[in-house]
Structures are given as structure tokens and as C-alpha cells.
């Protein structure tokens, strides 16, 4: 696929609202495993088209004036190289959706620098100044404007007032992040969640994975209050909860391992986990995947730690170790 913005950009919209054709996505996820470049391209892409839905409402629009609008719009700004092509394939509710992603993105100035990508990058939005922390393939460390300190795992960005003004701190997650929250009664710290799932704190640690279909939250030290569309329930010290989407009620367990730390720890420590949990922890680490082919295998207890080494290496102390046998095709391993 030729790299040119402009078919790019325009494919990835239909990529985005499922409506490409089959022959345009196979274009699209070659071009994808092409480069890092591409990939951290598509991302970014996806994160601002993610918040300009945010700001468009359920409202009815014309697309003819819609796209009047956008036209005149770029004549004025003198975008010209931005060109969009107008495409039957969109229905009146996804012309709303393409005008706003296009103007967020003409207002937001959302071309990262592809050298800087996991440092904040600060966006404009009418109301404030936005910086957005994005982490690449590598996970980074930053203190926020009140003193607190996120550890972002890959893939995650978080969304951060410049300055936190009014009675709370509020951010926006998309991906995991552990949190480390400077103590401010007058001043709660709520952190908002893909899955609609608000997470509020005064002062205290914990982990956070905020995805599309579920949100899990960890807690290392002091309380975290989670909201779950109206149901208010209190985590505290070695509790976890996991609230999938169609979720009506939160529960609460106790944590039992360590492994969400290894993106912190850079070690996978296991005491007396269950196989299936170990493989779960590997499969978001590394790149390759690890598949268990004999189910009888899943609850096995390891007590092993192993600190960041290749995934080849891993599943070769394990395998000696507990003396299954790993099988490796292609790009997967196998646990026999």
C-alpha cells in the first residue's frame, strides 16, 4: 500500500467503521506489519477518532450541508493537502462522526512526532489545554502537574488536564497504567475508563487496565472507589475487581499474585499461580503467544520467577522446570 496520508487516512476511516472491503483491509493490515511507524500512526488515529466521538452527540445531520461545512472549512484554513474524498459508503450518523474526527484532528494538530512518540503531546480542545501521554512498544514513567506518578504500560495513553482546575483531578485512560496518586482530600483524582467506569481516589496505588469490553482495577495501598453506572463499591489494600461492559454489579476478589507488576518489576514472579494466569500475563508481554494445548495442564501451581527475559527462554525454564513439553510453530508456542 502506498504510505501517501491522503488514501491512507481515508481507508482508515472505513477501516475504523467497519466498511472497508475485504481486499482493503488485507491492503490496510499489511500496511499495518509494514513498520512501527505505521502501526504508532494507526494509533494515534484511532485514540483521536475514539474522543471525537465523545464530543458528538446522537444528533441528525445533513450530510450534503455537513460536507459543504468541511469544505469551506479547509478552504479557509488553506488545508488543501488534506484533502478527503466523499464516499457513498457513509450513512447521514457517520458523516456526523467523520466531520467531527476530521475537525478534531484539523483543531488538535494530531501529526506526532513519530521520533518523540512517548512524550506528552499537548492537544487543544475548546474548553482547556490537554496533554496526552502515549507509550509506545516500551512503557514510561511520568509525574503529573499535582505530584502523582504514572507508570504506563505499552500501547497506553493517557489523557491529562495541563493544569487540573475546579474540585477534582480528572484524566482519561485507554490501555494499563499503574498509579501512584499524591494524597489531596479537598481534591479527589477520577480517572475515566473505555467501559464507562469511573475510578475515584484521594491518595493511594493501584493498577488499572481500561479497555473497550472491561476495566480492572488492583489496589496496593489505601482505598479506590469504583462507579459501575450508579453501583458505588470500595476496593482496598490486595483487592481487585474486573467489570466487563455488560456487567450490572461489580465484584470484589482478593488479589492473589503478582504478575500485573512485570511491566513495573520487569520480573514475573509466581507463587503458586495457576498455569492459565502465568500464560494470560505472558501473552500480554511479549509479542509472540503462548497457547495451552493440553487443558489439563490450566490449574497447574507454579512457584518460579523469572526476570525479563526473552519469551524462548521462559518457556524453556519452564518447561524444564515443570516438565511439560513446548512446542514452537511459527510464532506460538504450544504447552503439551
Known sequence: MSTNKHIEDELL?????????????????KWLAESEQHRAHYKQFEFVWVQSKNIIREVVVDEN??????????KEQDLVHLKVTRTTRFSGRKVALLVGAIVLLLQA???????EKSKPTIVKNPKQE???IQS???GLIDTLNDKSIVTLNKNTALEVPKQFVGNERRVSLKGEAFFAISHNKEKPFIIETQNDVLIKVIGTSFNVKSYPDYTEVIVETGVVELNNNGEVVRLRANQKA??????KS????????????????????C?????????????????????ISNRDLRDMALTTQFDNEPLDMVMEILSETFEFEVEKRNNTYFIK
Open 242 to 247: 474486573k467489570i466487563y461492559k455488560k456487567d
Open 250 to 269: 461489580i465484584t470484589v476478589e482478593k488479589s492473589t499474585d503478582k504478575l500485573y507488576q512485570y511491566y513495573r518489576s520487569k520480573t514475573f514472579e
Open 130 to 132: 490537554i496533554n496526552i
Open 271 to 291: 507463587d503458586g499461580t495457576p498455569l492459565w494466569k502465568v500464560v494470560e500475563v505472558l501473552n500480554e508481554a511479549y509479542e509472540e503467544k503462548v497457547i
Open 136 to 138: 509506545a512498544q516500551k
Open 65 to 74: 450541508q455537513a460536507w459543504q461545512r468541511l469544505q469551506a472549512r479547509m
Open 109 to 115: 494538530f494530531w501529526f506526532f512526532n513519530t521520533n
Open 13 to 29: 476511516i472505513n477501516y475504523l467503521l467497519g466498511e472497508c472491503s475485504a481486499e482493503e483491509k488485507v491492503l490496510i493490515e
